[in-house]
């Protein structure tokens, strides 16, 4: 059955093998000016020289992910505290961002277009942000790049396998099917510091 396009961001299915599985989320600040909205399953960057996070632009090679965004609690201009899905854009305060940045956490996402093939995996691999939604939960719309499948380029994810399930997504031989990936360039995997 051919695959058909969807976007649900990076989500989280479990772990390495060989690693304990830690389900507890990091928390990280959204600055309350922060403007843009983060979505379920995007990937987040630290903001440089402060502590705030932001939502990764599309990412090149050398971008360093915090993170995948799993919702956040903030204060609504005249309002209580509130928990959402996604970042809505705006707060009377700093809010409280809730990722997972466990290094040998599994993510399940979504090819662009072209098919990721089995020979990709042990690859790495960027993604594209997308468009995330207000409504349903607040998901991202952040899928996997397979222009950028490369042995050699430290992208921000690698790819670990293809999806084995059954139905959409489980087609490697059509567009838009789905891969596990781990973290590749991300704070707790690079051999710099992030500041």
């Not at 600055?31 to 990412?59: C, E, H, R």
């Not at 992208?155 to 670990?160: H, K, L, T």
Request: net charge neutral; hydrophobic share 40%; proline share 5%.
């Amino acid at each position: 059955m051919a695959n058909v396009a969807a976007t649900f961001g990076f989500r989280h299915i479990g772990f390495l093998s060989g690693a304990g599985p830690d389900y507890q989320l990091a928390t990280r600040a959204i600055q309350s000016t922060n403007a843009t909205k983060i979505f379920f399953g995007d990937p987040v960057i630290k903001q440089a020289s402060n502590p705030y996070i932001l939502q990764a632009a599309t990412a090149t090679n050398t971008t360093v992910l915090e993170g995948i965004f799993q919702g956040c609690v903030y204060i609504p201009a005249g309002g209580t505290v509130t928990y959402s899905p996604y970042w809505p854009g705006a707060a009377a305060v700093d809010a409280t961002a809730y990722i997972i940045n466990a290094p040998n956490a599994l993510f399940l996402a979504a090819a662009s277009s072209t098919a990721i093939s089995t020979s990709a995996i042990g690859a790495t691999i960027s993604f594209n942000l997308g468009t995330g939604s207000t409504t349903g939960g607040g998901f991202s719309g952040a899928t996997l790049d397979q222009n950028t499948i490369s042995s050699s380029a430290a992208n921000p994810f690698q790819i670990v396998s293809l999806y084995q399930g059954v139905g959409n997504g489980s087609d490697p031989t059509t567009p838009f099917n789905w891969a596990v990936v781990t973290f590749n360039n991300q704070r707790f995997k690079n051999n710099t510091g992030v500041v």
